[in-house]
């Protein structure tokens, strides 16, 4: 009973960026009908895996869904698809537009079986463009939004991508905003409408927010970036033992932090320390000062010090140490459950919270086709109607039928 329970999305989407956006919907408490085609969703194949299918990374982006197979390229497939939009709240869609269209399922020809229906489309750029027809990947994204371009310019270089899928997830949460939008203008005007949530656009606006700097004016006052950012010298600093983050911010912060380690006096000493202003100004010199006063104690000496100075300071984890932070695990970040096909698995939970409509994953993440006769029936097929369509090839159900789709505790 989520904060969206009684919206029906019909997810078409695969890979990263679409499911992301509609788990987010199902876990809010969406009802998520996922419809792959007869190979099923490509990120099925990313292991580890325990059973086929059933990838690590797919199972971190396709909870709280229902699976449903139907070959679209047959006539009764598209016709299901139709019937099942006309049912449909939502509609979302990772392809190209172009590519939608040749299906026959263009937002006209949707729109037409159910005019209410919010046709949410996530590519690569937006339609009005040169490259409207091109094809898109997190990481030609990454590069086309100036990533690795800032990677280059702060550290002297090679270029790189940010080792994360992170053009695919920011758009993904984009289009959680964007579609609820389009929900809560329904309710005010009863009309649905296409939306379209292009990932270059949306990316260039995520990373030019910070770096369009002197850009920003005409004339341009210098070449764009935010010093702060692109310093060399910003990362984790180095401690006797380890790493730790720090952010030593703001007047207040520096002269907790300067007392805390007995050095009040750098504050008159270096003018470039003297106030927010200027150690803006001066901040690869003042990050790297800090660099070396924090090489001069260990990582747990340095905690007490700052969480005792209220300097704001947190652990530098990795892949294994994040699970186990006390804070994640008081909170019950990472949960372990039970999926009746794969066993104890870990996933993480909503990070955000309702206090009248708890939102928790309603499903367990679905075997390909696991739901194909419960989504049918549900729409209104009979059984004769449901068996014609799986002899034809139009849809298939998964052969081990029965597997618990219960809710989740």
Request: hydrophobic share 40%.
């Amino acid at each position: 009973m989520g904060p969206l329970n009684g919206l029906k999305i019909l997810d078409m989407t695969s890979v990263l960026m679409g499911p992301s956006a509609t788990q987010m919907l199902g876990d809010m408490g969406a009802d998520v009908i996922k419809v792959e085609a007869p190979d099923g969703d490509l990120i099925r194949q990313i292991g580890p895996m325990r059973s086929e299918g059933m990838g690590s990374i797919f199972l971190n982006a396709n909870r709280s869904k229902r699976s449903i197979v139907i070959d679209l390229k047959q006539p009764e497939g598209r016709q299901a698809l139709l019937q099942l939009a006309a049912q449909a709240d939502v509609l979302v869609y990772n392809v190209r537009p172009a590519a939608m269209a040749r299906l026959g399922l263009s937002y006209e020809e949707v729109a037409a079986a159910n005019p209410r229906i919010i046709y949410a489309g996530l590519y690569g750029f937006g339609q009005d463009g040169p490259y409207a027809a091109k094809p898109a990947y997190d990481d030609l994204i990454q590069g086309a939004a100036t990533l690795p371009y800032l990677f280059a310019r702060a550290n002297g270089g090679e270029p790189r991508y940010v080792p994360n899928a992170i053009a695919d997830r920011v758009v993904g949460l984009s289009a959680v905003g964007a579609i609820l939008a389009a929900v809560v203008s329904r309710l005010q005007t009863g009309v649905g409408q296409r939306v379209d949530v292009p990932m270059l656009e949306t990316m260039v606006s995520v990373v030019m927010a910070d770096h369009m700097g002197g850009l920003t004016f005409e004339p341009p006052m210098d070449d764009g970036g935010y010093a702060r950012q692109l310093s060399p010298e910003r990362r984790p600093y180095r401690t006797r033992d380890g790493y730790i983050c720090a952010m030593v911010y703001n007047d207040k912060q520096w002269r907790s932090f300067l007392q805390a380690i007995g050095r009040e006096a750098l504050l008159e000493e270096d003018h470039r320390f003297r106030d927010f202003a200027t150690r803006a100004a001066h901040i690869d010199h003042v990050y790297g000062e800090l660099s070396r006063i924090f090489e001069t104690r260990s990582t747990q000496e340095w905690i007490a010090l700052l969480d005792a100075a209220d300097i704001p300071s947190m652990p530098m984890h990795d892949l294994q140490s994040v699970l186990e932070d006390p804070h994640l695990r008081q909170v019950g970040f990472f949960p372990v459950v039970e999926h009746p096909s794969e066993g104890p698995i870990r996933w993480m939970r909503m990070p955000s919270t309702w206090s009248g409509t708890p939102a928790l994953p309603t499903r367990h993440v679905p075997r390909l086709g696991e739901h194909t006769r419960e989504v049918l029936a549900g729409a209104g097929f009979n059984a004769q109607e449901i068996d014609a369509l799986l002899t034809s090839g139009a849809v298939r159900q998964e052969a081990a039928e029965g597997r618990d789709a219960e809710a989740v505790a």
